[in-house]
Protein backbone atom coordinates (compact mmCIF):
# COMPACT_ATOMS: atom_id res chain seq x y z
CA UNK A 1 0.00 0.00 0.00
CA UNK A 2 1.75 3.23 -0.88
CA UNK A 3 -0.50 6.17 0.86
CA UNK A 4 -3.54 6.23 3.42
CA UNK A 5 -6.26 4.20 2.35
CA UNK A 6 -9.54 6.94 3.46
CA UNK A 7 -12.78 5.81 3.82
CA UNK A 8 -15.64 8.45 2.85
CA UNK A 9 -19.01 9.15 2.56
CA UNK A 10 -20.67 8.87 -1.12
CA UNK A 11 -20.12 12.71 -2.78
CA UNK A 12 -23.68 11.40 -4.55
CA UNK A 13 -25.12 12.99 -0.64
CA UNK A 14 -23.87 16.83 -2.80
CA UNK A 15 -26.54 16.11 -5.30
CA UNK A 16 -29.23 15.75 -2.79
CA UNK A 17 -28.30 18.90 -1.12
CA UNK A 18 -27.92 20.34 -4.40
CA UNK A 19 -32.19 19.45 -5.16
CA UNK A 20 -32.82 20.51 -1.40
CA UNK A 21 -31.42 23.90 -2.53
CA UNK A 22 -33.44 23.90 -5.55
CA UNK A 23 -36.98 22.78 -4.12
CA UNK A 24 -36.72 24.88 -0.74
CA UNK A 25 -35.59 27.92 -2.76
CA UNK A 26 -39.91 28.97 -3.46
CA UNK A 27 -40.18 28.42 0.23
CA UNK A 28 -37.48 30.40 1.49
CA UNK A 29 -37.79 33.44 -0.97
CA UNK A 30 -41.43 33.84 -0.23
CA UNK A 31 -42.22 32.73 3.58
CA UNK A 32 -40.47 35.44 5.52
CA UNK A 33 -37.36 33.93 7.71
CA UNK A 34 -37.45 30.47 5.85
CA UNK A 35 -34.09 31.53 4.37
CA UNK A 36 -33.26 29.60 7.25
CA UNK A 37 -34.07 26.28 5.27
CA UNK A 38 -30.52 27.31 3.07
CA UNK A 39 -28.54 26.12 6.33
CA UNK A 40 -29.93 22.14 6.14
CA UNK A 41 -27.95 21.44 2.87
CA UNK A 42 -24.84 24.06 3.99
CA UNK A 43 -24.40 21.27 7.19
CA UNK A 44 -25.03 18.16 5.16
CA UNK A 45 -22.50 19.62 2.44
CA UNK A 46 -19.65 20.38 5.22
CA UNK A 47 -20.69 17.13 7.22
CA UNK A 48 -19.85 15.04 3.57
CA UNK A 49 -16.99 17.07 3.00
CA UNK A 50 -15.15 16.24 6.92
CA UNK A 51 -16.46 12.94 7.93
CA UNK A 52 -14.03 10.20 7.02
CA UNK A 53 -11.96 7.46 8.54
CA UNK A 54 -8.33 7.21 7.21
CA UNK A 55 -5.96 4.28 7.66
CA UNK A 56 -2.09 3.81 7.66
CA UNK A 57 0.32 1.50 8.48
CA UNK A 58 0.66 3.27 11.98
CA UNK A 59 -2.55 4.30 12.95
CA UNK A 60 -6.65 5.13 12.40
CA UNK A 61 -7.61 8.55 12.19
CA UNK A 62 -11.77 8.61 12.67
CA UNK A 63 -12.63 12.25 11.67
CA UNK A 64 -16.17 12.95 12.97
CA UNK A 65 -18.46 16.40 12.59
CA UNK A 66 -16.68 18.09 15.33
CA UNK A 67 -13.87 15.66 16.20
CA UNK A 68 -10.75 14.59 15.32
CA UNK A 69 -9.38 11.12 17.01
CA UNK A 70 -6.39 9.40 16.08
CA UNK A 71 -5.58 5.63 17.54
CA UNK A 72 -2.74 3.54 17.00
CA UNK A 73 -2.23 0.07 15.99
CA UNK A 74 -1.31 -1.22 18.89
CA UNK A 75 -4.53 0.39 20.64
CA UNK A 76 -6.68 -1.59 18.86
CA UNK A 77 -7.72 -5.00 20.02
CA UNK A 78 -10.45 -5.99 17.99
CA UNK A 79 -13.46 -4.36 14.88
CA UNK A 80 -17.05 -4.28 16.40
CA UNK A 81 -19.80 -5.03 13.82
CA UNK A 82 -22.33 -2.24 14.78
CA UNK A 83 -25.96 -2.25 13.46
CA UNK A 84 -26.68 -0.78 9.86
CA UNK A 85 -23.53 -2.29 8.44
CA UNK A 86 -21.19 -0.34 10.43
CA UNK A 87 -17.65 -0.85 11.99
CA UNK A 88 -16.05 0.52 15.27
CA UNK A 89 -12.67 -0.40 16.55
CA UNK A 90 -12.67 -1.66 20.27
CA UNK A 91 -9.55 -0.03 21.95
CA UNK A 92 -7.70 -1.35 25.00
CA UNK A 93 -8.87 0.45 27.43
CA UNK A 94 -12.49 -1.33 26.69
CA UNK A 95 -13.94 2.07 24.67
CA UNK A 96 -15.33 2.05 21.38
CA UNK A 97 -13.94 4.25 18.16
CA UNK A 98 -16.76 4.54 15.78
CA UNK A 99 -15.36 4.52 12.26
CA UNK A 100 -17.42 6.82 9.69
CA UNK A 101 -18.27 5.92 6.65
CA UNK A 102 -16.27 2.37 6.65
CA UNK A 103 -19.24 -0.86 5.92
CA UNK A 104 -18.87 -4.41 6.37
CA UNK A 105 -18.09 -4.49 2.60
CA UNK A 106 -15.07 -2.29 3.44
CA UNK A 107 -13.55 -5.24 6.26
CA UNK A 108 -11.25 -6.89 4.03
CA UNK A 109 -9.17 -3.33 2.69
CA UNK A 110 -9.14 -2.32 6.76
CA UNK A 111 -7.51 -5.72 7.09
CA UNK A 112 -5.24 -4.89 4.33
CA UNK A 113 -4.58 -1.49 5.18
CA UNK A 114 -3.92 -2.61 8.66
CA UNK A 115 -0.75 -4.54 7.81
CA UNK A 116 -1.63 -8.09 8.94
CA UNK A 117 -2.67 -6.83 12.27
CA UNK A 118 -6.58 -7.84 11.59
CA UNK A 119 -7.46 -11.17 10.09
CA UNK A 120 -9.35 -10.60 6.40
CA UNK A 121 -12.34 -12.37 7.34
CA UNK A 122 -12.69 -12.97 3.10
CA UNK A 123 -11.22 -17.08 3.18
CA UNK A 124 -7.99 -17.31 0.50
CA UNK A 125 -8.97 -18.82 -2.48
CA UNK A 126 -6.37 -21.49 -1.64
CA UNK A 127 -8.03 -22.53 1.69
CA UNK A 128 -9.51 -25.81 2.14
CA UNK A 129 -13.37 -25.86 2.16
CA UNK A 130 -15.12 -25.53 5.63
CA UNK A 131 -18.40 -26.25 4.44
CA UNK A 132 -19.22 -30.25 5.00
CA UNK A 133 -20.52 -31.97 1.79
CA UNK A 134 -23.24 -34.67 1.99
CA UNK A 135 -21.91 -38.32 2.19
CA UNK A 136 -22.26 -40.51 -1.04
CA UNK A 137 -24.65 -42.96 -0.25
CA UNK A 138 -23.43 -46.76 0.99
CA UNK A 139 -23.25 -49.09 -2.46
CA UNK A 140 -26.35 -51.42 -1.59
CA UNK A 141 -25.12 -54.97 -0.38
CA UNK A 142 -26.15 -58.13 -2.65
Do not use: K
Request: glycine share 4%; aromatic share 4%.
Amino acid sequence: MDGPLVFRNSPLTVLFAIAFVVCATPVALTVPGMAVLYLIPIGLVAWVLRVRTTVDQDSIVARGALRTRRVAWADVTALHLRTRSRVSAVLSSGSELPLPAVHTRDLPLLAMASGGRLPDPNPTPDAPSTTSQPAAPAPPEE
